[in-house]
């Protein structure tokens, strides 16, 4: 069936250092891909996004870009901040009758480290 | 702002006990959604609704029911054969088209 799965953390880092989460999928069809980040007693709150593949999604200095050939959407920002601490999902959408289901991976906790 | 509006922050449950959480939304949207998250873990999809009196159910409906009398509300009953109900509620809505859901900042209920 439909799954995502990413890198497990928890993934500790310092502040500036470069980010990679990495975020793989198994899925019929063509899905959307999506990273959403939660941030403690929080709802879920979109990031980025990419419809196609080879799109690039990018959004507060994240990016990532869909790869089709090895079913990817790994995460990336060059230099971390404190405040980017959080649980990052990728998540694959598709269509089904009529709805749009989301197919989450587990998460992935962030912590930087000043 | 448009947005999600859920509601208790938080709630707590007796056993034998039916409980009620609040989704509202004003962002226009025909579809929405509700899930369950488990520490450590991703979410789960419990029901969904594509439009006003219709719903489905999804990977974990059981012991959950829900209702769509209007499109701006979704509410979410857990029912006492939920048997292990102590979790964080998300309610999501979107477009019915493709395109992201928008989430709400989640009701956490627990037992007392």
């Known amino acids: 069936g439909d799954s995502v799965t990413q890198m497990e953390g928890p993934v500790t880092l310092s502040e500036e250092a470069f980010l990679t989460i990495n975020c793989t999928y198994t899925?019929?069809?063509?899905?959307?891909l999506f990273w959403y980040v939660q941030y403690p007693g929080e709802g879920l709150q979109l990031l980025l996004k990419a419809t196609k593949a080879d799109d690039k999604g990018s959004n507060k200095g994240f990016e990532a870009t869909y790869r089709k050939e090895t079913t990817s959407f790994h995460l990336e920002k060059g230099s971390v901040q404190v405040s980017d601490s959080a649980v990052y999902f990728c998540?694959?959408?598709?269509?089904?009758?009529?709805?749009?289901?989301?197919?989450f991976g587990q998460g992935t906790r962030l912590t930087i480290n000043p | 702002d448009g947005g999600i509006t859920q509601s208790p922050k938080y709630l707590f449950r007796k056993e034998g006990q039916n409980v009620t959480l609040s989704c509202e939304q004003n962002l226009n949207h025909d579809a929405m959604y509700w899930y369950r998250q488990d520490p450590g873990q991703g979410l789960r999809l419990i029901y969904y609704s594509q439009i006003v009196n219709d719903f489905q159910k999804g990977d974990i409906a059981e012991g959950y029911s829900v209702s769509r009398e209007k499109k701006e509300s979704f509410p979410l009953t857990v029912t006492s054969a939920q048997k292990n109900p102590t979790a964080f509620y998300l309610c999501?809505?979107?477009?019915?088209?493709?395109?992201?859901?928008?989430f709400g900042d989640g009701t956490r209920l627990s037992i007392l």
């Open positions: 999501a809505s979107s477009i019915r088209g493709p395109g992201p859901q928008h």
């Open positions: 899925a019929t069809g063509y899905p959307s």
């Open positions: 998540a694959l959408l598709l269509g089904f009758q009529g709805a749009q289901k989301l197919v």
